[in-house]
């Protein structure tokens, strides 16, 4: 596919809203060819170059146009990428590289008393927030300009030059560490070992020299519980990760405790443990650390706040529909929604969208859970993008069962021939074995629907599911039982799964 097509099809509506007011900032360009361009690569039908250049150019087709064209949207859209990056980057490097790239601007333009007032700042603000890499391009810019009269101290900038180049060392190997570690544990996943979250983590830390400096920077820990993280939800091994993750920041919250620089980092590690208690079905424990997230948004990380409120009120939103608050989750979630509200970038739109989507089917409204769907207006290869293969599949699962209630037989029954055929690199997969499984059953309820609640029917889904102890079940895999069993009972949906859900 034509790589611009490629960039353009990343961006959601307002994306596309916004890139067209950035294209046409200058006005004094009325014909704009590269917005055309522009129009016609966001087409869903994709257009062969001749073509292209017969709608620019009709009657000339102009081939060296053409290709400065493209050049000038693609730096239009790097441009606008950049800004974009910048503007929602929620650490501090973005700011620093402003200052830095000022400063040199400024020392270009003989300006040299500011331009060393505006390093100081930014050494200061990279210094705060660890960024070891851009301070190294502080400290570089400054030893070439240390012959200014307003310079600092040349033997000082050294020294702390220095001290910086054994902590940017100290980063670099924590990436090669956590590359190794998560390499590990993909092989231990991949190979169906048990993960050994420790073990694995202890034995890198060690070969890397990292193992103190791991428990004193929560930066480095941040990165470390990230790679775990990512082997654990890949596995679904959230009940061996809980304890580690949990006792881990406890160890690192008491000392030396999160500054705060650190409130970032914080957060990150404040949603992973409530996530994975989430996954383990202590909603309210997740409720108590999603409390702490919230108050330190309030507080001193309410710079934060934009990008992580709506993350905390999802979890929240999952953690009381669990508690029979179904209700009360779907109003929180609709207001989210809300046009007055955050503008939700496009994970979060499509993790709420979901989750509205199963809290309306939780309340037996099937067309409203179907419509929330609908309303999220992409295709599925752009929420792959997004999301990832596995939400794909499960957004098309639940896709599947709205038209088996709605009374859409044939569709549903159509929709999992083609999710068999469209997914089968997944469900080949000894995880997805249920998932596999699933499929098939709703396909004999859809050929056989008088069987449901028959004993056959029972010993048939008790063959073809396959779940470890009721403590250690993945909550998701356990949402679609709960749904056949719901079936089998000739009961309410959401009465079968707050039951499954909070047994003892």
């Known amino acids: 596919m034509d790589d611009l097509k490629v960039t353009i099809n990343t961006f959601s509506a307002e994306d596309t809203k916004e890139f ?18 522009f129009k016609l690569l966001q087409q869903k039908q994709e257009l062969s170059a ?118 940017t060392d100290e980063e670099e190997r924590a990436n090669i560490a956590s590359s190794l570690i998560y390499r590990r ?11 050994q979250f420790d073990a694995v983590v202890q034995t890198v830390l060690q070969d890397y020299g990292l193992t103190q400096a791991v428990s004193q920077r929560p930066s480095l820990f941040y990165k470390l ?23 881990k920041y406890q160890a690192m919250a008491a000392s030396p405790g999160f500054s705060l620089a650190h ?27 999603l409390e702490e997230l919230n108050q330190t948004l309030q507080g001193p990380a309410r710079n934060y706040y934009t990008v992580f409120y709506p993350k905390y ?22 207001d989210l929604l809300k046009p007055n509200r955050i503008t939700l970038p496009p ?5 709420v969208r979901l989750g509205l989507s199963f809290l309306y089917f939780a309340q037996d409204a099937y067309s409203k859970a179907n419509n929330c769907l609908l309303q999220i207006n992409h295709s599925d290869k752009w929420c792959e993008r997004i999301m990832g293969r596995e939400w794909v599949l499960k957004k098309k699962m639940g896709e599947l069962i709205i038209q088996y209630e709605i009374g859409n037989l044939d569709l549903a029954l159509d929709w999992v021939k083609a999710l068999e055929r469209s997914f089968e690199d997944l469900l080949c997969q000894e995880v997805y074995k249920n998932a596999r499984s ?37 909550l998701q895999a356990m949402s679609f039982y709960a749904w056949l069993k719901s079936k089998m009972l000739g009961r309410k949906y959401y009465e079968v799964l707050l039951e499954l859900a909070n047994a003892a």
């Open 185 to 195: 544990l993909n092989q231990s996943r991949v190979q169906g070992r048990n993960l």
């Open 313 to 334: 009120l999802f979890l929240k939103t999952a953690n009381d529909a669990f508690l029979n608050n179904l209700a009360q989750s779907v109003r929180l979630l609709e």
């Open 20 to 37: 067209t007011l950035f294209i046409q900032r200058n006005k004094k360009k009325k014909d704009r060819k590269d917005f055309e361009l």
């Open 225 to 247: 519980m990230s790679i775990t993280r990512t082997a654990v939800l890949a596995r679904r091994d959230f009940f061996t990760f809980e304890p580690f993750i949990i006792e």
């Open 347 to 351: 994970k979060e739109f499509l993790t």
């Open 263 to 289: 409130q970032f980092y914080k957060i990150q590690l404040l949603y992973m443990i409530a996530h994975v208690l989430y996954r383990n079905r202590k909603f309210d424990q997740s409720n108590t650390y």
């Open 50 to 167: 001749q073509k292209i250049m017969e709608k620019l150019y009709p009657g000339e087709p102009n081939p060296s146009a053409y290709y400065a064209l493209r050049k000038r949207l693609m730096q239009h859209l790097t441009d606008f990428i950049v800004l974009k990056q910048m503007d929602e980057d929620p650490t501090a490097g973005s700011t620093i590289m402003g200052l830095l790239s000022m400063a040199r601007y400024l020392f270009e333009v003989g300006a040299e008393r500011l331009a060393w007032n505006t390093l100081r700042k930014a050494e200061r603000l990279a210094t705060e927030n660890e960024q070891f890499g851009l301070l190294n391009a502080i400290f570089n810019l400054q030893i070439e300009r240390a012959d200014s009269e307003f310079a600092s101290d040349l033997d000082q900038i050294i020294q702390k030059r220095n001290l910086n180049k054994e902590a």
């Open 438 to 474: 699933f499929l098939q059953l709703i396909s004999f309820l859809i050929l056989q629907p008088n069987m449901a609640t028959r004993k056959d029917f029972f010993l048939q889904v008790e063959d073809s599911l396959d779940f470890g102890p009721a403590e250690h079940e993945d």
